[in-house]
Protein backbone atom coordinates (compact mmCIF):
# COMPACT_ATOMS: atom_id res chain seq x y z
CA UNK A 1 0.00 0.00 0.00
CA UNK A 2 1.31 3.87 -0.54
CA UNK A 3 4.22 4.52 -2.33
CA UNK A 4 6.62 2.54 -4.20
CA UNK A 5 9.84 3.03 -2.36
CA UNK A 6 11.99 3.54 -5.40
CA UNK A 7 9.93 6.77 -5.40
CA UNK A 8 11.46 7.98 -2.18
CA UNK A 9 13.99 10.25 -2.05
CA UNK A 10 17.73 9.36 -0.98
CA UNK A 11 17.18 9.02 2.94
CA UNK A 12 13.36 9.27 3.11
CA UNK A 13 11.05 6.85 4.69
CA UNK A 14 7.63 6.09 4.89
CA UNK A 15 6.18 7.23 8.47
CA UNK A 16 2.94 6.36 7.81
CA UNK A 17 0.77 4.85 4.77
CA UNK A 18 -3.26 4.43 4.87
CA UNK A 19 -5.68 4.08 2.46
CA UNK A 20 -9.13 5.99 3.21
CA UNK A 21 -11.48 4.38 5.70
CA UNK A 22 -13.70 0.98 4.93
CA UNK A 23 -16.47 3.43 5.55
CA UNK A 24 -15.98 4.22 1.89
CA UNK A 25 -17.19 0.68 1.09
CA UNK A 26 -20.63 0.55 3.03
CA UNK A 27 -23.33 1.85 0.33
CA UNK A 28 -21.14 -0.03 -2.52
CA UNK A 29 -21.63 -2.82 -0.91
CA UNK A 30 -25.66 -2.90 -0.07
CA UNK A 31 -25.56 -1.57 -3.50
CA UNK A 32 -24.19 -4.68 -4.43
CA UNK A 33 -26.22 -7.15 -2.36
CA UNK A 34 -29.33 -5.65 -3.20
CA UNK A 35 -28.81 -5.25 -6.71
CA UNK A 36 -27.99 -8.78 -7.27
CA UNK A 37 -31.00 -10.30 -4.78
CA UNK A 38 -33.51 -8.39 -6.85
CA UNK A 39 -32.38 -9.05 -9.85
CA UNK A 40 -31.77 -12.75 -9.24
CA UNK A 41 -35.28 -12.68 -7.57
CA UNK A 42 -37.28 -10.82 -10.61
CA UNK A 43 -34.97 -13.40 -13.27
CA UNK A 44 -36.09 -16.31 -10.68
CA UNK A 45 -40.05 -15.59 -11.02
CA UNK A 46 -40.18 -14.87 -14.74
CA UNK A 47 -42.02 -18.46 -16.21
CA UNK A 48 -39.46 -20.06 -18.59
CA UNK A 49 -40.77 -19.00 -21.81
CA UNK A 50 -38.87 -18.58 -24.85
CA UNK A 51 -40.04 -15.06 -25.46
CA UNK A 52 -39.29 -13.84 -22.27
CA UNK A 53 -35.65 -14.74 -22.50
CA UNK A 54 -34.65 -11.24 -23.47
CA UNK A 55 -36.53 -9.94 -20.84
CA UNK A 56 -34.31 -11.79 -18.47
CA UNK A 57 -31.10 -10.60 -20.48
CA UNK A 58 -32.00 -6.85 -20.06
CA UNK A 59 -32.46 -7.37 -16.41
CA UNK A 60 -29.14 -8.88 -15.86
CA UNK A 61 -27.68 -6.58 -18.02
CA UNK A 62 -29.38 -3.26 -16.38
CA UNK A 63 -28.24 -5.01 -12.93
CA UNK A 64 -24.59 -5.64 -14.30
CA UNK A 65 -24.39 -1.95 -15.59
CA UNK A 66 -25.29 -0.88 -11.83
CA UNK A 67 -23.07 -3.00 -10.09
CA UNK A 68 -20.18 -2.19 -12.06
CA UNK A 69 -21.47 1.43 -11.56
CA UNK A 70 -22.48 1.92 -7.81
CA UNK A 71 -20.35 -1.05 -6.68
CA UNK A 72 -16.85 -2.04 -8.51
CA UNK A 73 -15.72 1.85 -9.71
CA UNK A 74 -16.48 2.74 -6.03
CA UNK A 75 -14.10 0.03 -4.98
CA UNK A 76 -11.33 0.79 -7.30
CA UNK A 77 -11.86 4.16 -6.45
CA UNK A 78 -11.14 3.53 -2.44
CA UNK A 79 -8.54 0.96 -2.96
CA UNK A 80 -6.17 4.03 -5.41
CA UNK A 81 -6.70 6.28 -2.54
CA UNK A 82 -3.84 6.35 -0.22
CA UNK A 83 -2.14 9.17 2.30
CA UNK A 84 1.12 8.61 2.74
CA UNK A 85 3.76 10.57 4.99
CA UNK A 86 6.98 10.38 4.75
CA UNK A 87 10.03 11.89 6.93
CA UNK A 88 10.28 14.73 4.25
CA UNK A 89 6.17 15.12 2.78
CA UNK A 90 2.78 14.52 2.51
CA UNK A 91 1.56 12.43 -0.26
CA UNK A 92 -1.50 11.83 -1.48
CA UNK A 93 -2.64 9.43 -4.34
CA UNK A 94 -6.01 9.13 -6.51
CA UNK A 95 -7.67 7.87 -9.33
CA UNK A 96 -8.33 4.51 -11.10
CA UNK A 97 -7.32 5.59 -14.54
CA UNK A 98 -6.13 9.33 -14.40
CA UNK A 99 -3.79 9.24 -11.33
CA UNK A 100 -3.50 12.75 -9.57
CA UNK A 101 -1.30 13.56 -6.50
CA UNK A 102 0.31 15.66 -4.37
CA UNK A 103 3.15 16.48 -1.96
CA UNK A 104 3.46 18.58 0.46
CA UNK A 105 7.14 18.85 2.10
CA UNK A 106 6.51 19.22 5.76
CA UNK A 107 8.76 21.91 5.84
CA UNK A 108 5.70 24.09 4.17
CA UNK A 109 2.87 22.93 6.91
CA UNK A 110 1.75 25.50 9.03
CA UNK A 111 -0.99 23.57 10.97
CA UNK A 112 -2.56 20.15 11.36
CA UNK A 113 -5.49 19.81 12.50
CA UNK A 114 -8.61 16.91 12.56
CA UNK A 115 -12.20 16.55 12.32
CA UNK A 116 -14.20 13.78 13.31
CA UNK A 117 -18.22 13.52 13.80
CA UNK A 118 -19.76 11.23 16.14
CA UNK A 119 -20.10 8.37 12.89
CA UNK A 120 -16.30 8.85 12.10
CA UNK A 121 -15.67 8.46 16.31
CA UNK A 122 -17.53 5.58 16.38
CA UNK A 123 -15.56 3.57 12.74
CA UNK A 124 -12.11 4.89 14.18
CA UNK A 125 -11.55 7.67 11.79
CA UNK A 126 -11.78 11.28 10.64
CA UNK A 127 -10.80 14.09 8.47
CA UNK A 128 -7.29 15.65 8.60
CA UNK A 129 -6.89 19.20 7.30
CA UNK A 130 -3.33 20.77 6.45
CA UNK A 131 -3.01 24.22 6.30
CA UNK A 132 0.20 24.80 4.14
CA UNK A 133 2.38 27.88 2.90
CA UNK A 134 1.38 27.55 -0.93
CA UNK A 135 -1.01 28.16 -3.41
CA UNK A 136 -4.13 26.46 -2.38
CA UNK A 137 -3.29 26.76 1.02
CA UNK A 138 -5.62 24.17 2.39
CA UNK A 139 -5.95 20.50 1.82
CA UNK A 140 -8.56 18.40 3.34
CA UNK A 141 -8.23 14.32 3.71
CA UNK A 142 -11.24 12.71 4.22
CA UNK A 143 -11.98 9.35 6.31
CA UNK A 144 -8.10 8.92 6.98
CA UNK A 145 -7.91 5.69 9.20
CA UNK A 146 -6.79 6.49 12.75
CA UNK A 147 -6.62 9.93 12.27
CA UNK A 148 -5.84 11.50 15.47
CA UNK A 149 -2.69 9.02 15.22
CA UNK A 150 -1.73 10.02 11.83
CA UNK A 151 -2.26 13.73 13.39
CA UNK A 152 0.38 13.31 16.37
CA UNK A 153 3.04 11.76 13.64
CA UNK A 154 2.48 14.70 11.40
CA UNK A 155 3.30 17.02 14.71
CA UNK A 156 6.07 15.11 15.89
CA UNK A 157 7.91 15.56 12.72
CA UNK A 158 6.22 18.75 12.41
CA UNK A 159 8.02 19.40 15.80
CA UNK A 160 11.26 17.89 14.95
CA UNK A 161 11.78 19.68 11.89
CA UNK A 162 11.66 22.59 14.25
CA UNK A 163 14.35 21.84 15.83
CA UNK A 164 12.35 20.86 18.85
CA UNK A 165 10.83 23.98 19.78
CA UNK A 166 7.79 25.60 19.50
CA UNK A 167 8.75 28.39 17.21
CA UNK A 168 5.40 30.61 17.51
CA UNK A 169 5.33 30.13 20.87
CA UNK A 170 8.17 30.46 22.85
CA UNK A 171 10.15 32.58 20.87
CA UNK A 172 14.38 32.16 22.32
CA UNK A 173 15.41 33.92 25.37
CA UNK A 174 17.84 36.73 23.70
CA UNK A 175 21.23 36.10 25.16
CA UNK A 176 22.85 39.47 27.05
CA UNK A 177 26.04 39.38 27.18
CA UNK A 178 26.82 39.84 30.94
CA UNK A 179 27.95 43.25 31.85
CA UNK A 180 31.77 43.73 32.12
Not at 22 to 42: D, E, Q, R
Not at 95 to 105: A, H, L, S
Not at 115 to 140: F, K, N, P, W, Y
Request: aromatic share 6%.
Amino acid sequence: MGISAKLLGEDEHIVASVRTHWKKLISPVLVLIFTVGIAAFVAAILPENPNQQWFRIGIVAVAAIIVIVWSIWPFLQWLTSTYTVTSRRLITRHGVITRTGRDIPLTRINDVSYERSLTDRMLGCGTLVIESASQSGRVVLPDVPNVERVHVKISELLFTIAGGREEDENPPAKQVPPPA
